[in-house]
């Protein structure tokens, strides 16, 4: 009964389109999980983020889970992870996509999980790092132990919307940095970002994480953007 009129005046909407959700619904309406454009990255061995990254740096495997449209459901669902501390959703969506990457053989290569890291300033702003439940989830329903603390962000730069080529040599030098010792050597690390633009910020990080020895680098995005 209470749930019912908790229901009733204060009706959740669903985080995709902000039409009603049914009492069976949670997070996403199913025609927002129908129409979610999956990019299906992790069946192909080129594909546009291997494609990006081809010749700058060396990675094991890289993949979007969505595709991300201005004005879409993934816009929305990302500006409400992001912005709206809707972190719920990124729980929705690490539990999905880790059956995606199940289904693929190069997940049990995987060591470790490594978010891209907010500098500290941000974090206290936000609050929360937008990447950290779908790592929290991917870790879960794929057996990886997640660290927060090799890679770190050692300068803040509000350099995220802009997209020219100063901006690309601006967070490459943005310099993130890795404070590992010798137990960290010999990892295969996923790295975990929210949206690939560019591709510049996941090279700075990748670039850190490739200074330990005999190391190996993949990356996984929520979704992907044409820059
Ligand atoms: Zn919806």
Redesign the pocket.
């Known amino acids: 009964m209470l749930k019912y009129l908790i229901n009733l005046f204060f009706p959740k909407l669903?985080l995709?389109?902000n039409?009603l959700l049914l009492s069976n619904e949670q997070t996403?309406?199913s025609?927002?999980n129908h129409s979610l454009p999956h990019t299906n990255h992790h069946l192909l061995k080129n594909n546009e983020t291997t494609t990006k990254f081809y010749g700058i740096i060396p990675l094991e495997f890289s993949a979007a889970m969505l595709y991300f449209h201005k004005k879409g459901?993934v816009q929305n669902l990302i500006h409400n992870l992001k912005y709206k501390n809707h972190q719920e959703i990124g729980t929705l969506l690490g539990r999905w996509y880790a059956k995606d990457l199940e289904a693929i053989s190069k997940v049990k290569m995987f060591s470790e999980i490594i978010p891209v890291p907010l500098h500290k300033k941000r974090l206290e702003e936000r609050g929360y790092n937008q990447v950290t439940t779908f790592c929290e989830a991917l870790s879960n329903e794929l057996q990886i132990p997640y660290n927060t603390t090799l890679l770190l962000r050692n300068r803040y730069s509000k350099t995220q919307t802009k997209k020219d080529k100063e901006n690309r040599k601006e967070i490459s030098n943005a310099l993130f940095d890795v404070t590992y010792t010798d137990a960290d050597h010999n990892k295969h690390f996923l790295l975990v970002d929210d949206v690939m633009t560019t591709g510049a910020t996941l090279e700075a990080c990748a670039k850190a994480l490739l200074k330990i020895p005999n190391s190996k680098v993949s990356i996984v995005t929520i979704a992907y953007t044409q820059s």
């Open positions: 669903c995709g389109c039409s996403i309406c025609a927002c459901i």
